[in-house]
């Protein structure tokens, strides 16, 4: 026994250098396998072809496990689950294990990534229940965090849930709660573009079609703006299911909505876009009686391949074609089409088009003199109709948008009312803190001798102390001067909006005016309006208070082009680069550019030859600009003096020049061409 103790005590030593060696093997292998961890994340950074990216994330993740570093492995995870397609079995798996792994270590930010993207997935599988879960996981963990982009996402991917399965008055509740919180961020316009399309949806699922097209002219010009073909198509597809559902908008404009849907779609081969505009448009011509015209494009929406989104837009052509033969008094066909629409929206639990179908077998039946049939259909109709919305949830729905209005307003309140107290409490500190300071120069001055030293000390925080609050003044200058101009911005947009507003109802005016002078003079009306309209919008979408132009112009003529050019060819020279002007003199220049322009296309141009229209504006001195308006066309008749004509335009842009300080020339050689020199806002007033 004694033996065995020597033995073990003399090996002791050769024992702690064998584990001291293991350890240092150990740590060095470990810091050999993070060297070629970030080795690769530095080729992954400048890496672009997938396969290359997917190949070395694998490699990535190995390394990870190795060291047994969670938080990499979860980050690598992460990346892998993005790479793959949006609904795929591979990234759903991906998600998963990164979600087991961030719970594990309680690691709340892939906590939250996580729980969003598997919300999603489960959503589009139709696996609604275990949607939810994941939505009001990643909305508890977002809170704890206090992210608030990550609430808001959260609660919009939710909301977005909620309306799928019906569930509408929950929808609403969510997304308000996200607005409010969105309104609390400085650069909202982000996240409040993704809860005003969910928005949109909600309204078009209770009929409520008005406020479903106002929030998606919103969003149709947001993505026009940013040139997203695939989100543009998308949005002018549902601006079309408003459209087709209230028979709110003229046949010609859903048609150039749906047309411009179907150019976006086929620019990027959006298979999905393009296929569901051909249904819509095959719905319009249905209405028209254009029979052969909507059998065609529902015969093409037939043959594009949608993958995974097949079942669902298989339903709405199915729903489609019933309906189509059903104008064509074909009963067997009808029959047989809304069956197929029925089954698949009885698989996918959608209960409005289910809902839709079941009546339409129904009275096919009964036509029929299937009895049976015809009341197992109209059973399941009722029982659909009697769980959907009712006219008290839709109710409870503008209470709840109204306490948001409410609410929204209150806040603003709020916050004005603590900024005012906190520029008061500053100026009684200020008063308390320069009387501290009097105080204590005399006190300093009277122990000099004593207390050089000290009192230099002092006055040198006090001076720093002041900085600090002069800085947090400045800070709060800022702030209400960033206030001021989201203001000005949000004055600019409604000014806007009311002029849209104008506009719509000239043009639903002109629909009952028989007179032609009647009809031309509103037209010239709402052309003014609309002129001005585009000044606002150019102002809400800059920061600088002044309209770019050459911008406005380009959009002007675009416009009236459309309006006025029928068949004649007309090219347009425009010169106006680097022309910046503020509203005071946009607006009437504008006009004065309406005009003209509307005169050259009413009166200048012929369809039998190749017309010219040349608009410039040039800085003549600091003082002056000069608009120059010119067309090669027949020009103005001798025998008119311009001085006592009473057309309204050239009465107008001759006010509207008076008003700008400015000269109006008008020249007839070789067509007409119109010179206005004018003053800018600043001349003018130095002049005043």
Request: charged share 30%; proline share 1%; hydrophobic share 40%.
């Amino acid at each position: 026994m004694n033996r065995l103790f020597i033995s073990i005590k003399s090996f002791k030593p050769y024992f702690l250098i064998a584990v001291l060696c293991t350890a240092f093997s150990v740590s060095a292998q470990q810091s050999a396998i993070q060297k070629q961890y970030d080795s690769i994340a530095k080729i992954l950074s400048k890496t672009q072809d997938k396969d290359s990216v997917f190949t070395l994330l694998n490699l990535q993740k190995g390394f990870a496990e190795k060291t047994n570093n969670k938080k990499q492995l979860i980050a690598v995870t992460l990346k892998l689950a993005y790479i793959e397609n949006g609904g795929s079995l591979e990234r759903f798996n991906h998600l998963k294990t990164a979600y087991s792994l961030s719970k594990e270590v309680i690691d709340t930010i892939g906590l939250i990534q996580t729980t969003v993207q598997l919300a999603r997935i489960s959503q589009v599988k139709g696996n609604f229940k275990e949607a939810l879960l994941y939505a009001s996981e990643s909305i508890e963990f977002s809170e704890k965090a206090a992210d608030k982009n990550a609430i808001i996402e959260g609660y919009a991917t939710r909301a977005n849930i909620y309306s799928n399965i019906s569930q509408n008055v929950d929808a609403i509740k969510d997304l308000s709660t996200a607005k409010k919180i969105a309104l609390q961020l400085p650069d909202n316009e982000k996240m409040l573009i993704p809860l005003l399309k969910t928005m949109s949806r909600i309204h078009y699922s209770n009929k409520q079609y008005v406020e479903g097209l106002q929030i998606l002219d919103e969003i149709v010009t947001f993505y026009e703006e940013r040139k997203d073909d695939r989100k543009n198509s998308v949005w002018r597809n549902n601006k079309a299911m408003i459209h087709l559902s209230c028979l709110c908008a003229p046949i010609e404009e859903q048609k150039q909505n749906l047309y411009k849907s179907i150019k976006s779609a086929k620019k990027i081969k959006f298979n999905a876009g393009e296929a569901y505009a051909y249904v819509h448009l095959a719905r319009m011509l249905k209405n028209e009686k254009k029979m052969d015209s909507a059998h065609f494009y529902l015969e093409e929406a037939s043959k594009i391949e949608l993958g995974r989104r097949a079942k669902r837009f298989n339903g709405y052509l199915n729903q489609i074609k019933g309906d189509y033969w059903a104008a064509k008094e074909n009963e067997n066909q009808a029959i047989k089409y809304y069956t197929k629409a029925y089954d698949i929206w009885d698989e996918l639990n959608v209960l409005n088009d289910k809902q839709y179908t079941a009546k339409a077998l129904a009275d096919f039946y009964n036509k029929q003199h299937n009895p049976a049939k015809a009341y197992k259909y109209m059973e399941t109709y009722v029982a659909i109709k009697d769980s959907a919305f009712s006219k008290q949830k839709v109710e409870e729905i503008k209470e709840i948008e109204l306490t948001y209005a409410f609410e929204k307003q209150q806040y603003k309140d709020s916050i004005q009312n603590a900024e005012a107290l906190a520029v008061l409490d500053l100026e009684q500190q200020n008063k308390i803190q320069q009387e501290q300071h009097v105080q204590q120069i005399l006190l300093g001055l009277f122990l000099a001798a004593l207390a050089l030293g000290g009192f230099a000390y002092y006055a040198y925080q006090r001076k720093k102390k002041t900085s600090k609050i002069l800085d947090e003044k400045n800070k709060i200058i800022e702030k209400a001067l960033q206030e001021k101009q989201l203001l000005l911005k949000e004055v600019h947009h409604r000014v806007k909006n009311n002029f849209q507003i104008v506009s719509s109802l000239l043009e639903l005016q002109t629909k009952d005016i028989e007179d032609e002078k009647a009809l031309k003079l509103a037209n010239e009306g709402k052309n003014r309006v609309k002129s001005m309209a585009l000044i606002h919008q150019k102002l809400y979408q800059n920061d600088t208070g002044l309209i770019d132009f050459d911008e406005y112009i380009q959009t002007l003529v675009k416009e009236l082009s459309y309006m006025y050019a029928s068949e004649k060819r007309v090219k347009t020279n425009i010169n106006t680069e680097n022309m910046q002007f503020d509203v005071d003199t946009a607006i009437p220049l504008g006009l004065i550019v309406n005009e003209l322009i509307t005169n050259a296309y009413k009166y200048a141009f012929d369809a039998t030859k190749d017309n010219e229209l040349n608009i410039s504006i040039n800085k003549l001195n600091e003082e002056e600009y000069k608009l120059v308006i010119a067309d090669n066309g027949r020009g103005i008749d001798d025998s008119i003096d311009l001085a006592k004509v009473k057309s309204l335009g050239l009465r107008l842009v001759k006010r509207l020049t008076k008003q700008l300080q400015g000269k109006f020339i008008v020249n007839n050689a070789e067509g007409a061409s119109f010179e206005i020199t004018f003053k800018d806002t600043n001349t003018r007033a130095l002049l005043d």
